[in-house]
């Protein structure tokens, strides 16, 4: 776990609090900073946020900073502290004396759906290509990619930002666009690239060891009724099977989109778009609900939904908060620790 030293400076009184002052400036900081690192001064470790936007936002702060630095100490560095980890019973006590501070488990529900996505004609796929090859000629004789991007992408999540989709890591994309993206060095443009979403011109701004910054074009071929009315009958077929028997897993096979979401699992129902959520209201164990038609940031498709569970609100079960209860205590016990120890090998000299 890495920390900010200003914070671990706070808590051990190199730096008081604000509330120590007499109010939030930095003429009334400055008295409260002493050379050296305090031992026994007063803390209150929930106001050290206060005195790192302050340190962060002054630049008179750097006289300050200056004189830490003389005791080699660097306030805007990361501490690397071991976590230590708390025993079984640490955590049950730890479980017990937190309970009514716990938050409450929302509502939830969890189905498993089998998505059906329309699928465009050949024809439609070809005239989605030759917008793009034409865009991309554009763009080779020197036009505007984000001027275009505004223009002509299918894109309703990132068009008017000109095809921004800001950072991203390898993962968050599907593997055909990562493939190109992160092969591209920074200014440049791919050729047309092909995705289930339809057909994409990719641009790299910038890139760092993990992550690459980039826009994009996307041509959507068009999905006329006859699509929607082919897929809508693919997820009645799924539902119906699903109705007789047939194992969903067998059926997500056979009918799911790979791109889709197919288990919900412990789900508040206000996660859930909006179709989804009307239509497993008040569902049972084993139901089989749909073809549910999903209208979402421009698309279509269908759902057949088998619910298997719906939880009321109420508390967490000290299985459920566990995972959380011990890295809490492990965190705040290397912490401790640390600050112990600084307090323990360092000298304070206060001038008022």
């Known amino acids: 776990m890495k920390i900010r030293f200003a914070f ?15 109010q939030r400036t930095l003429n009334a900081l400055n008295p409260c900073l002493i050379n050296g690192v305090a031992q026994n001064v007063p803390v209150n470790p929930q106001r050290a946020l206060d005195v790192l ?4 936002d002054s630049a008179s702060m750097r006289d300050e900073q200056a004189k830490l630095a003389e005791h ?19 955590i049950r006590d730890y479980y017990e004396a937190t309970k009514p501070q716990q938050p409450k488990r929302p509502a939830t529900v969890s189905f498993r759906a089998i998505v ?15 917008k793009a090859d034409s865009v ?20 309703p999540g990132s068009r008017e930002e000109g095809g921004d989709l800001g950072w991203f ?10 493939q190109v993206a992160f092969r591209l060095r920074p200014g440049q443009v791919s050729e047309v690239v092909e995705t289930p979403f339809g057909f994409h011109i990719i641009q790299v701004e910038r890139i760092e060891p993990a992550e690459i910054k980039a826009r994009h074009i996307l041509f959507a071929p068009v999905i006329t009724d006859a699509d929607l009315a082919r ?22 096979r056979l009918y799911h989109d790979p791109l889709e979401q197919s288990l919900f699992e412990d789900i508040p129902p206000d996660n859930l778009p909006e179709a989804l959520r009307n239509a497993v209201q008040g569902a049972l164990p084993g139901d089989v609900i749909g073809p549910v038609r999903i209208e979402e940031n421009g698309r279509i498709r269908f759902a057949a939904v088998l619910f298997e569970e719906a939880r009321a609100e109420g508390e967490y079960t000290y299985e459920e908060l566990y995972d959380r209860l011990r890295s809490s205590l492990s965190e705040g016990s290397g912490v401790r620790r640390y600050v112990d120890e600084l307090r323990k090998n360092t000298y304070i000299d206060i001038r008022f």
């Open 136 to 155: 991309l000629a554009e763009i080779r004789m020197g036009a505007d990619f984000a001027t275009l991007a505004r223009r002509f992408s299918d894109d």
């Open 169 to 178: 890591r390898r993962g968050r994309m599907v593997a055909a666009f990562e």
């Open 116 to 130: 059906v996505s329309p699928q465009p004609t050949p024809e439609a796929k070809a005239a989605a290509r030759a």
């Open 8 to 22: 671990l400076l706070v808590m051990v009184g190199l730096i008081a609090t604000v509330s120590s002052c007499t």
């Open 72 to 90: 080699g100490l660097d306030p805007d560095r990361d501490v690397q502290i071991r976590s230590v980890p708390p025993t079984e019973q640490e």
């Open 231 to 252: 897929a809508q009958a693919r997820a009645d077929s799924a539902a119906t099977a699903l109705r007789a028997g047939t194992p969903v897993d067998s059926l997500l």
């Open 53 to 56: 936007f302050i340190i962060d």
